[in-house]
């Protein structure tokens, strides 16, 4: 079977799975502020979850394009995959870093989904985007490390057994350079929860599962450390291209979501005797919609052949991130103004899925940060911060 041949299956087939999860699921989801456990249930027990890990693990070995189109479909269906793509995006640090005994300890179980990596906790309360100045400290006392500190915005936390952690492990004064000194350890949440690490939910305009993270004095086995200790901004950096392009395919499956939605009910709109659909004041501005998801579309998949070759796609992962969240946001608003009054009603969805897609403007990485990494390392512009 050929490359394209396979992706074509694998759209289907994921398109196939979503139809069990039609809108009102995922409607009344939201209205309660609950996990989607069924459907993550079921995407793990299908292999979506653990089409990175490598065949000899128990995954299917697949690569970003792959795995980008599973988080397209499930987007493009109506679902939200912020509900379970973190186990895709943190797994090129475990993969890449982690030694053996840790591949062969967790990845077959996470590959089985007997075991969730589903939490990432890099940012801060006091820290914002400026990743080098987090506070989290991990000292080493004996075999073990020793955490205090708070985290904030970490998402499925209370859904995941698994938490890969960025630390400090030696504090900023004592370091030459303001990236070394991070860590990356892999916490057992199932061990930590009640001595010495409280969760506590964040109640947000959409449907995520995010929480605040309280370290006091979390005593964790050194074995947790993944790769070298003060080496941890060199592997987040490592694994932040692939977050990029996976969450630009979730964009690009929201703007495809949008554009269908508002062309096919302003086909179906009757208003002053037509349908609404026909006037250029209402079509224009879906078809532009339409144009700029594709346009973004090209620059992910540019950027996902880049990644799984190999090769260097620093910019081309932030461009499609950037571009694929505008033209969702685009559509979403496009959306909204073709459903009019209805845009705005819970039981058509439009308005759950513009909330959703909101979120990357600035998660996981803000559009001014895209912008300011480009003018930098792209254009050679003076750093701006
Ligand atoms: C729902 C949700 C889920 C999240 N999930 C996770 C998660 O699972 N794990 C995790 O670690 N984090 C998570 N985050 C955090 C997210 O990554 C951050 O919110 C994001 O990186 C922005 O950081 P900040 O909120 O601290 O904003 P700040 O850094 O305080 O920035 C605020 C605003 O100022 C702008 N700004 C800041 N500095 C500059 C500058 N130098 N130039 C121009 N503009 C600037 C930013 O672009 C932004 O618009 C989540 C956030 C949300 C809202």
């Not at 073990?144 to 504090?171: C, F, M, N």
């Not at 690490?197 to 929480?211: D, Q, S, V, Y």
């Not at 033209?327 to 009019?340: H, K, R």
Request: glycine residues 8%.
């Amino acid at each position: 079977m050929s490359g394209a041949e396979l992706q074509q299956d694998l759209r289907a087939a994921v398109r196939d799975l979503c139809k069990a999860f039609p809108d009102s699921y995922w409607r009344e989801l939201d209205a309660r502020r609950e996990y989607p456990e069924a459907f993550v249930k079921a995407l793990t027990e299908a292999g979506y979850l653990a089409a990175l890990i490598p065949e000899e693990y128990g995954g299917s070995g697949l690569g970003v394009a792959e795995a980008s189109i599973i988080l397209e479909e499930i987007n493009r269906s109506g679902a939200n995959a912020g509900a379970c793509h973190a186990q895709m995006y943190t797994m090129g640090t475990l993969l890449r870093h982690g030694s053996e005994t840790q591949k062969r300890a967790f990845l077959p179980k996470i590959a089985s989904g007997e075991l969730r990596l589903q939490a990432f906790g890099v940012s801060e309360p006091t820290t914002g985007s400026d990743t080098t100045q987090l506070k989290t400290l991990a000292v080493r006392k004996g075999d073990r490390y020793v955490i205090r500190g708070q985290k904030v915005w970490i998402s499925r936390a209370e859904h995941s057994d698994l938490l890969l952690l960025v630390v400090r492990t030696t504090p900023i004064e004592q370091v030459k350079k303001r990236t070394e000194g991070l860590s990356m350890l892999l916490v057992d949440m199932r061990e930590a929860v009640g001595h010495g690490l409280t969760i506590r939910p964040i109640r947000t305009m959409m449907n995520h599962a995010t929480t605040e993270l309280f370290f006091d004095d979390l005593e964790v086995p050194v074995d947790t450390l993944i790769g070298e200790e003060g080496k941890g901004f060199r592997y987040l950096l490592d694994g932040l291209n692939a977050e990029r392009i996976l969450i630009a395919a979730e964009c690009v499956g929201d703007g495809r979501w949008f554009v269908e939605r508002a062309s096919k009910y302003a086909k179906e709109r009757v208003v002053f005797g037509r349908p609404i659909g026909q006037n250029q004041g209402v079509q224009f501005p879906i078809a532009r919609a339409h144009v700029n998801v594709e346009a973004a579309d090209l620059m992910r998949i540019r950027a996902a052949e880049l990644f799984d070759r190999g090769e260097n796609c620093g910019a081309e992962a932030n461009m499609a991130k950037l571009l694929a969240a505008d033209a969702s946001w685009e559509a979403a608003n496009v959306a909204v103004q073709t459903y009019g009054g209805f845009g705005f009603a819970e039981d058509y969805d439009i308005e759950r899925k513009f909330r959703e897609t909101r979120l990357y403007q600035v998660a996981p990485i803000s559009t001014n940060l895209i912008l300011a990494f480009m003018a930098e390392h792209v254009l050679g512009l003076p750093r701006s911060y």
